[in-house]
T-cell receptor
Framework: GIQVEQSPPDLILQEGANSTLRCNFSDSVNNLQWFHQNPWGQLINLFY???GTKQNGRLSATTVATERYSLLYISSSQTTDSGVYFCAVGPIYNQGGKLIFGQGTELSVKP | DGGITQSPKYLFRKEGQNVTLSCEQN?????MYWYRQDPGQGLRLIYY???????QKGDIAEGYSVSREKKESFPLTVTSAQKNPTAFYLC?????????????FGSGTRLTVV
């Protein structure tokens, strides 16, 4: 089945710094989502981005489907950005909306 | 406000017991999902359902069962056949295809075997 690899696995930033998280996937997809899991376990949908670029405030994401990777950019990081960021994909051959998750990038933003 | 409600937040199970986790959504979504998360890991799909009275196994369905009698509800039963049930269980819902920005998760149930 499709493989989803995220890097780096861990990241420590000082408040105000910028960061880039990467997601590589091994097969063609028609669904790609980025989620943020806060320290209490709640997952929040950040972006639906199977291709192209989107921006939402300090966060933006780019997916290059032909090269099978996606990037999540966090600018001017804040302590509330801490948590785990997951990339999840739906392969083209999927039936239904089931997603395959990467292992996540754990981000810690220090004041 | 629309959303997904999971209950209970914490659940303790004795060896040999079956337990049922509740998941209710008022987003009018067609599809619902159950994922399992182990410490430091990503999420893995247990079961999913795209329409009422129909559901499909995910990657780790052994030892679990589900039902979808109503569009709003998708309960998960962890049976005694599940040998390592201690984990964080997350319910989600989405449009029929799962695409778009509406893929929504509940706040989860932490299950511990005692």
């Amino acid at each position: 089945g499709i493989q989803v690899e995220q890097s780096p696995p861990d990241l420590i930033l000082q408040e105000g710094a910028n960061s880039t998280l990467r997601c590589n996937f091994s097969d063609s997809v028609n669904n790609l989502q980025w989620f943020h899991q806060n320290p209490w376990g709640q997952l929040i949908n950040l972006f639906y981005i199977p291709s192209g670029t989107k921006q939402n405030g300090r966060l933006s994401a780019t997916t290059v489907a032909t090269e099978r990777y996606s990037l999540l950019y966090i600018s001017s990081s804040q302590t509330t950005d801490s948590g785990v960021y997951f990339c999840a994909v739906g392969p083209i051959y999927n039936q239904g909306g089931k997603l395959i998750f990467g292992q996540g990038t754990e981000l810690s933003v220090k004041p | 406000d629309g959303g997904i409600t999971q209950s209970p937040k914490y659940l303790f199970r004795k060896e040999g017991q079956n337990v049922t986790l509740s998941c209710e959504q008022n987003l009018n979504h067609d599809a619902m999902y159950w994922y399992r998360q182990d410490p430091g890991q990503g999420l893995r799909l247990i079961y999913y359902s795209q329409i009422v009275n129909d559901f499909q196994k995910g990657d780790i369905a052994e030892g679990y069962s589900v039902s979808r009698e109503k569009k709003e509800s998708f309960p998960l039963t962890v049976t005694s056949a599940q040998k390592n049930p201690t984990a964080f269980y997350l319910c989600a819902s989405s449009t029929f295809s799962g695409t778009g920005s509406g893929y929504t998760f509940g706040s989860g149930t932490r299950l511990t075997v005692v």
